[in-house]
């Protein structure tokens, strides 16, 4: 039976506008604000302060800032009634709690929630301890390192007055102390590239140089109302244990002055006494984080941690913190449909990175994932029994083809945590789930037709690829060589390569075992005529080798990748009517192949399972990019340079490599909000059949025009990132154990595969001609620092490029065939096709920012990932004069101002972005 803890936070963490729409959206809440507020004014001894209920439920409420400014006392009354009220409905609704647990001045809302205090008492305690503070010396700094490293900063560069006053978790630590000593320390955090990040605290606190007030307060607490043993048992983090029935609490209430706060080893002592379940009594995330931090390992729950998750307190809603796995938010039954916001669902950054899913299926692809060491020097002959291992735990994980492929976002995790585990495995995933599945759901027309191999796949009993590419030819997917003539006798296709240059070129594993392929081939019917490009499933080898008829060139190597790579020739290959997927085409009796669509349209039809790749794809490229950022970040933070500039400072300490590293994870946020964009559109077209028959170089933007556009992107952007992690890492970036080498050769492989980009930019350039007549470019906002900024010069960009492209091909020379118009042009529709992509990218970020709870760093990411997206593009821009030299002048200090910015949040971003270290 769950043990539930409430947990009272100190003075850093209130965000007055997360209240606000917390309880606009919670009647209970918003209640119980109300009462509490009101019966502070009512009893307590506050002197003439505005009404709190008024204040802050009202139309407008003040932001941090400005409420920090009024009257003394008045932001400690906020956040102290706050949690009074939290308290009160998580009560409610999980049940009253086992105990709670004060950290810091959450000491007094604690102590009021026990019943130690009426609501009226204590807050006349907080209104007095504001006052004590107004005069308290000192200054507080939040620094991203642990308890042992903050101390030996603050010997080194405090002149003996800067303390560890609050240890918040393993790698979070406040200091306290004077002013300039504490900014001595926050310069020699920077230069070690650590967070370094000065609280809007006016006062000091958790400081033994602050006795007098100590003694203040104390005397205030004992002419107060009397205090009484709390009704439910107290912890606190600064007495490091739970009070005796009989403690002197105004003196422990009035030790928070001069004594530090240590989290984990109080939340040690809970996890000890048998606590299961803990509630943050606020609105605030920084508690149920550090929290779930210290708690990792011990099987505990902890609401909305790790995830900045500041919904309103809900039942069952909370984080199963399970030895080795990350953080995984569980959402109680129609969550989906309620948070909504701008007309969107809102999410948690982790939803944003991993996708919506059942609340045990990260934690099982994370098992299935690191149960198995990762290895990368083995032959052939070793590495595909390993591979194979690896994916049998992988599919025991997984649910079934069929209702994998009902969830957008489940089947891209699946090839995304495959993809950071081990790329070769990311790209089987590929091969057989996405494309290989994939076709046998969609094109079979009746799927019972090939349940048998459907679950042979699923249970490892079978592998299969995907057969597509023609060596001999380019574009080879828009004429196959490769035919499939109908035999009616046997009611059987024979699978025939003409020519050398028609044979197949793809991934076939030679360990031994039934292996296939889906196969695309020209159909030809019992009366000799073509019925356009079908998909047929085909089998390869089994334990004794190649079948009959199919021929295996010997391996092609491909060190970025090294997976089994071979020329597939067919001379005779039978293969039954029941796996030929024949969608909604048939043949009659006599063998003749009667189909509803025209050829156009079934090599569209045949190819959609494109679609599929296209929609996941990006969320395994986009968690590639954020792993090797974070591993750069790792490895620049703990390698110390012997450069004459500054010998035994970290790298990560440079301007140059921050500006690499920092960008990098600015980058692949950018990439991820693409990704999740891209989930939605694959879920949404998931069982429609609506792409129009674009006349173009290619079927791609007929197959879904944003989807292509976002493979192309991602494809680019993903393999440019990894290679600036790469070489900012030196030697260390090019080891195959650090995977780095791996993740650049799963992205670039990508360039050509699964659609070929640059023939989805050219396809893309041409389609867009088509809309309609041209009008004037949008408005551009002035602000660099507008989120709109960037998605508007992209969209005018391709407005430039659309027109110029338009009266280049309008009025070809006389007598020009469609190549001679076209040849010269080619690049410019690859540009703006690109630019296309690109700016669906750019209006990701605003769009993505729109559904998440407010937070700094991801609004740092979001502008950084703009401005760094403008300053690669800044040639082109003022080349087609979509820019003036003006209009980007500022763009150099407003990039600086981005990273610094976003470097405070460095250990934050890196934790989120991270995934478990036993898998990678």
Not at 511 to 538: N, T, W
Not at 773 to 796: E, H, I, M, S, Y
Request: glycine share 10%; net charge neutral.
């Amino acid at each position: 039976m769950p043990v539930s803890v409430h947990m009272f936070p100190g003075q850093g963490d209130f965000p007055v506008q997360v209240l606000h729409r917390a309880a606009a959206r919670d009647a209970a809440l918003r209640r119980a604000l109300r009462a509490v507020y009101e019966e502070i004014h009512a009893t307590a001894d506050i002197g003439p302060l505005p009404s709190l209920a008024d204040l802050l439920l009202g139309e407008r409420p003040p932001g941090g800032r400005e409420l920090a400014q009024g009257p003394v006392g008045l932001p400690q009354l906020a956040h102290h009634g706050a949690a009074v009220a939290w308290q009160r409905v998580l009560a409610e609704r999980h049940g009253p709690p086992d105990a709670l647990l004060a950290v810091s001045f959450g000491e007094l809302a604690a102590l009021t929630a026990a019943g130690a205090w009426t609501v009226g008492a204590g807050a006349s305690a907080a209104y007095g301890l504001a006052r004590v503070l107004a005069g308290a010396p000192g200054a507080l700094a939040l620094i991203g390192c642990g308890e042992e490293r903050a101390g030996r900063l603050a010997a080194r560069a405090g002149g003996g007055r800067v303390v560890v006053g609050c240890v918040n978790g393993p790698r979070e630590c406040v200091l306290g102390g004077p002013p300039e000593q504490l900014a001595a320390v926050e310069r020699l955090a920077a230069e070690q590239g650590l967070t370094a990040v000065r609280l809007h605290l006016p006062f000091g606190s958790h400081h033994p140089e602050l006795g007098a007030q100590r003694q203040q307060f104390e005397t205030l607490l004992r002419n107060g109302p009397p205090i009484r043993p709390p009704a439910v048992p107290v912890y606190s983090a600064v007495a490091g244990r739970r009070y005796a029935p009989a403690e002197d609490l105004a003196a422990r209430a009035a030790d928070c002055l001069v004594r530090p706060a240590h989290l984990p080893r109080i939340l040690a002592l809970l996890a000890a006494h048998g606590h299961t379940d803990y509630h943050e009594a606020g609105p605030g995330s920084a508690l149920g984080r550090n929290a779930a931090d210290c708690l990792r390992g011990t099987g505990a729950r902890v609401s909305g941690a790790a995830t900045d998750d500041t919904s309103t307190p809900r039942r069952g809603r909370g984080t199963t913190v399970q030895k080795g796995t990350r953080e995984t938010p569980e959402k109680e039954p129609g969550e989906k449909g309620e948070r909504r916001e701008k007309g969107e669902r809102s999410r948690t950054l982790e939803e944003l990175l991993h996708g919506r899913h059942h609340p045990g299926y990260l934690p099982r692809l994370h098992r299935a994932l690191a149960r198995h060491p990762y290895r990368v020097a083995e032959a052939p002959a070793e590495r595909e029994p390993y591979l194979y291992r690896r994916l049998r735990a992988l599919l025991r994980a997984l649910p079934t083809a069929a209702e994998l492929h009902a969830d957008a976002d489940a089947l891209a995790a699946a090839l995304a945590w495959a993809a950071v585990a081990d790329p070769r495995l990311g790209m089987t995933v590929v091969t057989q789930g996405v494309l290989g599945q994939g076709s046998l759901l969609r094109l079979a027309g009746d799927p019972g037709r090939v349940r048998p191999e459907l679950d042979a796949v699923d249970a490892g009993a079978l592998r299969i690829g995907y057969l597509v590419t023609e060596a001999g030819r380019a574009s080879s997917h828009l004429g196959a060589g490769t035919v499939a003539e109908f035999q009616p006798d046997g009611r059987e296709f024979v699978l025939r390569t003409p020519e050398e240059a028609d044979a197949k070129f793809g991934g076939v594993p030679q360990y031994p075992g039934p292996r296939g392929a889906v196969v695309i081939a020209r159909a030809v019917d019992a009366a000799g005529r073509e019925g356009g490009v079908f998909a047929f499933l085909v089998e390869l080898a089994d334990h004794d080798g190649p079948r009959p008829g199919v021929t295996l060139s010997p391996p092609v190597e491909v060190g970025a990748l090294p997976l089994s790579y071979h020329r597939v020739r067919f001379d005779g290959v039978r293969v039954p009517e029941a796996h030929w997927l024949r969608d909604d085409a048939d043949l009659d009796g006599h063998g003749r192949l009667h189909d509803p669509r025209t050829p156009a349209d079934r090599l569209r039809r045949t190819l959609a399972v494109g679609q599929d790749l296209w929609g996941v794809l990006p969320t395994a490229l986009a968690a590639l990019a954020r792993q090797s950022a974070v591993l750069a970040v790792r490895h620049s933070r703990h390698r110390e340079t012997r450069a004459a500039l500054a010998p035994g400072t970290p790298l990560l300490a440079h301007r140059s490599q921050q500006r690499a590293l920092l960008g990098a994870l600015a980058d692949a946020f950018a990439l991820s909000c693409a990704a999740a964009r891209a989930r939605e559109l694959l879920a949404a077209a998931r069982e429609s059949d609506t792409a129009g028959a674009e006349s173009g170089f290619a079927p791609w933007a007929a197959v879904s025009r944003p989807l292509s556009a976002y493979k192309a992107h991602c494809a680019d952007e993903a393999e440019r990132i990894v290679a600036d992690c790469q070489r900012r890492c030196g030697h260390a970036g090019l080891a195959d154990a650090n995977r780095l080498a791996g993740y650049h050769g799963f992205a670039r492989a990508f360039d050509p595969a699964g659609g070929d980009s640059r023939l989805i930019r050219y396809d893309l350039g041409r389609a867009l001609l088509d809309e309609t007549a041209p009008g004037g470019p949008p408005p551009l906002p002035t602000d660099l620092a507008d989120p709109g900024w960037w998605p508007a010069v992209l969209a005018r960009h391709q407005h430039t490029l659309t027109s110029w492209l338009r009266r280049a091909t309008t009025a070809p020379p006389s007598g020009a065939t469609p190549f001679e118009t076209w040849n010269p042009l080619l690049d410019r529709a690859a540009e703006l096709g690109a630019t296309y992509a690109a700016r669906l990218a750019a209006e990701d970020l605003p769009r993505a920012l729109a559904t998440l709870p407010p937070d700094e760093a991801t609004t740092a990411l979001a502008h950084l990932a703009a401005l760094r997206a403008a300053d690669r593009l800044a040639g082109p821009l003022l080349r087609h004069r979509t820019l003036t030299p003006g209009e980007l002048a500022g763009l150099e200090n407003a990039l600086e101002r981005g990273y610094d910015r976003l470097l405070p949040h460095l250990d934050r971003v890196e934790r989120a972005f991270a995934f478990p270290d036993d898998m990678v």
